[in-house]
């Protein structure tokens, strides 16, 4: 399995819904990040996960909450979210963070929050 | 924070043209990884580099790490339509701790190859 797996693909919400991201890769991967991706620009990271541990929060407002129930496992749990928060959001995996290893990517999950 | 500049933003050509993508920075980065994006799918990795003066081959597609590894190439050989999506360099910076562990992305270059 070389895949990347997110679910939903696409997601609607209300500013006032909870809802959740998931990310899925059996690789043995060891380092998991979360992106943001808005129209025409690039991906912009939010959060790395490296060993099951936040290692990296690229001060990312708190209605965004990741969280790595196991090593191939990554969620991303929205609460509250802005108009503006509407974007691509991919998920990535690397055998290792801060190594020369290439990231695998998802599909994305398209976000809209209406 | 490590600026890595795209050029150009976009490039249209014809099937069978050459082309070439450039990827410049004023930092030194440890590796720099090519991506393909293809409209609503995440980014596909093309190839990693990692020694200055690197030059590797894929297919039609030849990638060249700078001597000072600061600046990379992407240069397609007898552009295909398949080949159409946005490529995107992305860097591991050389190792400050804040920025161990991040892979920086250029802006991107939008190509277009028509039949």
């Known amino acids: 399995d070389t895949e990347v797996t997110q679910t939903p693909k696409h997601l609607v919400m209300g500013m006032t819904n909870k809802k959740s991201l998931k990310c899925e890769q059996h690789m043995g991967h060891r380092a998991m990040y979360w992106y943001k991706q808005k129209a025409k620009k690039p991906p912009e990271l939010m959060f790395v996960y490296s060993y099951e541990k936040l290692s990296i929060n690229e001060s990312v407002p708190s209605r965004f909450s990741p969280e790595c129930p196991n090593s191939s496992l990554l969620n991303l749990h929205l609460h509250a979210l802005q108009p503006e928060d509407s974007a691509l959001y991919l998920c990535a995996s690397s055998q290792e963070m801060g190594r020369a290893y290439g990231y695998t990517f998802g599909s994305g999950t398209r976000l809209t929050v209406v | 924070t490590q600026l890595l500049e795209q050029s150009p933003q976009f490039l249209s050509i014809q099937e069978g043209e050459n082309l070439t993508v450039y990827c410049n920075s004023s930092s030194v980065f440890s590796s720099l990884q090519w991506y393909r994006q293809e409209p609503g799918e995440g980014p596909v990795l093309l190839v990693t580099?990692?020694?200055?003066?690197e030059v590797k081959k894929l297919k039609r597609l030849t990638f060249q790490f700078g001597d000072a590894r600061k600046d990379s190439s992407l240069h397609i050989t007898a552009a295909q339509p398949g080949d159409t999506g946005l490529y995107l360099c992305a860097g591991a910076s050389e190792g400050t701790t804040d920025s161990w562990g991040k892979l920086q992305f250029g802006a991107g270059t939008q190509v277009v190859v028509t039949p």
């Open positions: 580099v990692v020694t200055g003066g």
